[in-house]
């Protein structure tokens, strides 16, 4: 099917664009009463993540509702783990818990790496087929997946933590354990990448939600390593690469086999083209909490920032997800600025 | 009192030092079984900091265990709002609530500023008192208070937050009200730190745990702002700013009056020396993870970072405070390492 709108596809290849294509990571989300109708018609989220024809309903309601550049299909990065054998529950207002966990050789039973993705993740293409289906090439759709040391933090610790300090003591006691779990978590995503461009998605982005709770050099042996496999077995579409916090490795990212490089808020833009250079497209970055402020404020704020881009090689987002307490009016008056900037570089 | 060991407040001002001087943020507190024993005779943690000599007594437990070349008061940052009208709960495994929370001008009047700090915090000073005459000289005694920001945060947040985004949404939607709350804070603070060196502090620390929430241009107009005014008000004892995940400010607060700048264990010592520049101090930075590991691994590592000094200008700590469940005999591998080590700079 031929798409209506490619801009970010254009922006992210560093091909000519006519404006900046913009988009928000979790626009498909709490921010919309009408994703909340739908989630609250269902038993829990992963009730949505699972069925596929309601995954798509959600994916789509940002394009027809703030009118975004790119649709990313809802789901979450830990069904990954769980298709290896470590069932997750998202437990209300906390956050997602793993009820086993793995902390030696002999669990890496839970880790496993030979099974069909289809059999298990067939709930996720399947709603990418129905969702470019539906979308009839109104806008692209991004496919994701975490990135081997996120998806790693979850296996181990098996919650959200302030320190992780769980996951990272395995790599100083057992880095051959931590090795041979990144090595297996690696196979399985490009794997699942892999299904999720056979079943459309027309680029992917690998979050690393995780990667700046640790040192560069740390970062580089357990995180971009094995981004740097995925990166090099992704070849099909424009890969984009979302490493947050990780201010020191961000050079050494954009070397990889990738089109885009995400900037957290505290990445100043301009320091960080510097480091890049201008041959990968930069996506972010505005401080989502501008979004609380008046219309007035979102729009000089967003203006202002888009001032600063001296390049086209720019996707617009926000420097992380929407917060859920966001009015989608601000969401709106965000979107409408970015599409009515007019480059001058 | 004469000091026996002055070597951190030399290294602090720049002086001549033999070595480099050795202590762990946190190195007052669960590491110890010794301070278990005195936390578990209590009702809660806060009885422990509000009871001067016990505080002093946990104070001074690292000193006679570990060996470290100062102490640091037993304390919490959240004395400072407590003090100015907010009371704080230390929930178990979760961390402080604040019943009552700032969001309005309305509400300003739980923030006081014009009251005895004797008065309402007289037993941190007093358990300062206890702990330099028990210390009889051995050690300096290092005081501190959170930075304005931190401290905001968790009087409009009421908790801790992964994105702060309460605290960070007044920045936007009432900066007024933002800037006059961070600057009765910032009185209260500076008396207070004014009071802890009439105490016998010898050196002052200000933690600024969510400086790294901020994005540079928000962090100068709300974080750095405000510490500037305390940096230029102590003028008696050394000064050192720890402002975590604030990667992009740093060349920044080293112009401050201040004598030492704390890093992270994101933070490479070596760019950030070429940053700062050789007239302030830079304090840390060990993964506090790499002391899960063996005792060869802490000893190899910590030579490692300390092989990368180009300087003498350095206090050694860990990145973040030391994990609650680290042996102490890894604690103790890292400062005899540290001891033992030759400058050759």
Known sequence: MELKNDLILRAAKGESVERYPVWLMRQAGRILPEYRAVRNSLSGF??????PELAAEVTIQPVDLLDVDAAIIFSDILVVPEAMGLTYEMVEKKGPWFPKTISSAEELKFAEVDFDIEDRLGYVTEAIRITNKELSGRVPLIGFAGAPWTIFCYMTEGQGSKTFSVARKILYTDPALAHELLDRITNVTIAYLKAQIKAGAHMLQIF??????????QYSEFGIRYIEKIANAITEVPLTIFSKGAFYSIADLAKLNCNTIGLDWQMDPV????????SRTIQGN???AVL?????????LTNKMLDTFKSRRHIVNLGHGVYPDIDPEKVRTFIKT????EINC
Chains 1, 2 share one sequence.
């Open 286 to 288: 505005l401080d989502p």
């Open 292 to 300: 609380y402020g008046s219309h007035e404020s979102v729009e000089d």
């Open 271 to 278: 320091s960080f083209r510097n480091e890049i250079g201008e």
């Open 338 to 341: 970015v599409k009515s900037y």
């Open 46 to 51: 992963k009730e949505l993540v699972e069925t």
């Open 208 to 217: 690393d939600s995780w990667a700046g709770i640790l040192g560069k050099e």
